[in-house]
T-cell receptor
Framework: EPEVTQTPSHQVTQMGQEVILRCVPI?????FYWYRQILGQKVEFLVSFYNNEISEKSEIFDDQFSVERPDGSNFTLKIRSTKLEDSAMYFC????????????FGQGTRLTVV | GENVEQHPSTLSVQEGDSAVIKCTYSDSASNYFPWYKQELGKRPQLIIDIRSNVGEKKDQRIAVTLNKTAKHFSLHITETQPEDSAVYFC???????????FGTGTRLTIIP
């Protein structure tokens, strides 16, 4: 069964450093998403991406965040200058169509900012 | 924007009994309601979903009901088993936006 894959599984970074989280969505999917989950809390939407541009973003997704699809397979989330409160599990997801169809989640990247 | 409330936050059930988790949503435009199961340290996985043109959907031991008028939907798990222990999240989405809005989660524990 096709899967969304994310790398790395765990990233530790110092406050103020840049991090890039990587995702390979399912190959025939057209919509890509980043969500985050602070430990013990609910999953929160960050951004959606379609047709090589951001289609929607939340208020969490400020100027420190950016997304990119650098080639035909990868989808990345960059945090420019990490803060302690960015520590969370970051999930990439993809779907064939818009948000009211099944979204498949990756296994997540646990980001720890120290 | 959409707001999804979920209850209870924790639920303990004897093995073999039924479990019910309830969610309410605020945006009447929402038309898609998935349920995700998340085991400890793992990815959320879709277990069942329902669209607003349907009032109930069943898949083996799992069922979801939707009341559009009251804006609430529920997950029902019958004949619970130890492997049903996990955190369950409800979510809502509508065709007009690109995101799933999740509830706060229910930690379900099945007591052998």
């Amino acid at each position: 069964e096709p899967e969304v894959t994310q790398t790395p599984s765990h990233q530790v970074t110092q406050m103020g450093q840049e991090v890039i989280l990587r995702c390979v969505p399912i190959s025939n999917h057209l919509y890509f998403y980043w969500y985050r989950q602070i430990l013990g809390q609910k999953v929160e939407f960050l951004v959606s991406f379609y047709n090589n541009e951001i289609s929607e973003k939340s208020e969490i997704f400020d100027d420190q965040f950016s997304v990119e699809r650098p080639d035909g397979s990868n989808f990345t989330l960059k945090i420019r200058s990490t803060k302690l409160e960015d520590s969370a599990m970051y999930f990439c997801a993809s779907s064939e169509a818009r948000a009211n169809t099944e979204a498949f989640f990756g296994q997540g990247t646990r980001l720890t900012v120290v | 924007g959409e707001n999804v409330e979920q209850h209870p936050s924790t639920l303990s059930v004897q093995e073999g009994d039924s479990a019910v988790i309830k969610c309410t949503y605020s945006d009447s435009a929402s038309n898609y309601f998935p349920w995700y199961k998340q085991e400890l340290g793992k990815r959320p996985q879709l277990i069942i979903d329902i669209r607003s043109n349907v009032g109930e959907k069943k898949d083996q031991r799992i069922a979801v009901t939707l009341n559009k008028t009251a804006k609430h939907f529920s997950l029902h798990i019958t004949e619970t088993q130890p492997e049903d222990s996990a955190v369950y999240f409800c979510a809502a989405a509508d065709f007009g936006n690109e995101k799933l809005t999740f509830g706060t989660g229910t930690r379900l524990t099945i007591i052998p």
